[in-house]
């Protein structure tokens, strides 16, 4: 029972409140505890099967709107598999263009450390004279004792042969920096090479008369040389791991 003093449950047989001392003869009984009504129970009899309605329809639209969020969220977590899926794939196939660009350029500069490479042992065969070494017929102090103007056009050759090397690997370094100027470079040092090469080839055929066989065999080199040059050249131009920056 309750004290009617403090309106706190005493549930033990006493004639005073444990919680306000008020003198009371208490018999700790505890009284029965009223359900809770629902809204439309404490509603008017009039207005109570309105309020009913409109609580069912109110929790229905809650559990439809619940529903109605679950599903957009699918939706919207399927957008997001399909979005990462298409950027994957779109990203796999970009790759394959920048793989290829990347491939030739490295191809290129492969082939101008080789074209240095060739430049640096044609000096060396042409100032030593070891060619005649790899002919086995005659040994270079013996042709050049025959042949004292030889020497020197060979000499001059082969020392010319290393600033054009040198320009080529110059031209390596910009084009690995990305600098445009490596394109410049790059002609020059095949145009370059074509003028002391038909310097060579004229000055051997005053020399020794040999008419016209040497320098119809310009063709034998000057067009593999024109077109390494044209197609390089083109290879830059349009491959944009070239344009990393320009330099002068």
């Known amino acids: 029972m309750k004290c009617p003093n403090c309106g706190m449950d005493i549930v ?23 359900e809770i009504p629902e809204p439309w129970e404490i509603t008017p009899e ?9 609580e069912r329809a ?20 399927d957008d997001r598999v399909r ?16 793989r290829l660009w990347a491939f030739t350029r490295n191809l290129v500069l492969a082939s101008l450390i080789l074209c240095a490479a060739l430049l640096f042992a044609a000096s060396a065969f042409y100032l030593t004279g070891a060619y005649f070494e790899l002919d086995g017929r005659y040994t270079s102090s ?8 030889l020497r020197l056009l060979d000499t001059i050759f082969g020392a010319a042969c290393i600033p054009i090397a040198l320009t080529v690997i110059t031209a390596f370094a910009q ?28 000055a051997l055929t005053a020399a020794f008369d040999l008419g016209s066989e040497l320098l ?27 344009n990393v920056g320009t330099g002068t």
């Open 142 to 149: 013996y042709a050049y004792w025959m042949l004292p103007e």
């Open 12 to 34: 033990i047989a006493t004639h005073l409140c444990p919680h306000c001392g008020y003198a009371h003869d208490f018999d700790g009984s505890i009284e029965p505890r009223r």
């Open 216 to 242: 119809s065999s310009i063709g034998d080199w000057l067009i593999p040389v024109v077109l390494y040059a044209v197609f390089v050249q083109l290879i830059i131009r349009k491959n944009p791991a070239f």
């Open 58 to 77: 109110a929790s229905t639209w809650a559990r439809s709107r619940a529903g109605r969020g679950a599903q957009e969220a699918a939706y919207v977590r």
């Open 83 to 98: 979005e990462q899926d298409a950027v994957k794939h779109g990203s796999a196939d970009e790759d394959v263009p920048e």
């Open 175 to 202: 084009l690995r920096r990305g600098k445009r100027s490596g394109r410049g470079m790059l002609v020059f040092a095949a145009v370059l090479f074509c003028i002391v090469r038909f310097a060579y080839d004229v």
């Open 46 to 54: 009039k207005s109570r099967k309105r309020r009913e309605k409109r």
